[in-house]
């Protein structure tokens, strides 16, 4: 088995469970047993200094959003890039955190760029897999700077990159011309 570790999930248009509708997911672990990810654009109304606080009971100057991190409770977690205070390596030069002294380090050093999240989305064994063979989810290749990219639709834009791909591959084109009846 092939391992989706670092990799978007992106959810397809017909895709309508509330959970995943128009999601980008990276996954952070797969393997045999399962599969467990991060939903990338569902910010919340939350600033992290909130959710700090509920946390520790001490007040944190820190700026950046509360990110939903799947349907599943779990632990506070953060992506970032500083190995040194990481549990888990995602792919090179992107890490994740959730003992609460490496998120304590990383937000009062201010260790940009990093996403918090509350929740997380996971798979048991084989679902994940089956899920997408059934057309569930589509899977494209993540990097850092995509992971921290900021965009007003990153759903969109994943879907318009991912079309352009598949476009080329089959035409040799990168887009659909203006009028394709000129062709």
């Known amino acids: 088995m092939d391992t989706l570790q670092g990799q978007f999930l992106i959810a397809p248009p017909a895709l309508v469970e509330p959970n995943f509708h128009r999601t980008i997911?990276?996954?952070l672990q797969h393997d045999d047993s399962g599969a467990l990810g991060l939903v990338m654009n569902r910010p919340t109304n939350s600033e992290i200094d909130q959710i700090w606080e509920i946390m520790t009971g001490t007040s944190l100057a820190s700026e950046g959003v509360l990110y939903v991190g799947g349907p599943v409770e779990g632990p506070?977690?953060?992506l970032h890039t500083r190995p040194e205070l990481s549990e888990?390596?995602?792919m090179p030069g992107l890490y994740v955190s959730s003992q609460k002294s490496n998120l304590a380090k990383l937000?009062?050093?201010k260790a940009l760029p990093y996403k918090v999240?509350?929740?997380y989305a996971?798979?048991?064994e084989g679902?994940?897999?089956?899920e997408i063979q059934q057309g569930g989810w589509l899977v494209t290749h993540a990097s850092p700077e995509d992971v921290f990219k900021t965009l007003d639709n990153p759903w969109k834009h994943l879907c318009e990159q991912l079309g352009n791909n598949v476009l080329q591959a089959a035409t040799g084109q990168r887009s659909i011309p203006p009028n394709p009846e000129l062709n």
Do not use: D, R
């Open 25 to 27: 997911v990276l996954v």
């Open 76 to 78: 506070i977690m953060m």
């Open 88 to 90: 888990q390596t995602v």
């Open 107 to 109: 937000v009062s050093e």
């Open 117 to 119: 999240f509350s929740g």
């Open 122 to 124: 996971g798979w048991s």
């Open 127 to 130: 679902q994940l897999e089956a």
